[in-house]
């Protein structure tokens, strides 16, 4: 089982099950940041932690490379 989210990641995430299922791709880092209103290093750094906690992998030398795994 994953570790649990923070409220911030929870949400994050969401935006991303919520983007990939608009536009059949991941949202880039710039987008994310973008639509939480933070610079593209917090939007790296929360990726991180959801790629730790197991909800995502990230594909970084990958455009748009986030794959949801747990959700």
Do not use: H
């Not at 949400?11 to 973008?34: H, M, N, S």
């Not at 939480?36 to 197991?54: D, E």
């Not at 995502?56 to 030398?61: G, S, V």
């Amino acid at each position: 089982m994953s570790e649990p989210l923070t409220k911030r990641q929870k949400q994050i995430f969401d935006f991303l099950v919520v983007y990939q299922t608009k536009w059949g791709v991941a949202p880039t880092l710039r987008e994310i940041a973008d639509s939480f209103k933070f610079k593209s290093a917090t939007a790296q750094y929360m990726i991180g932690q959801l790629t730790v906690k197991g909800y995502i992998k990230n594909y970084p030398k990958k455009a748009r490379g986030l794959e949801i795994i747990n959700g």
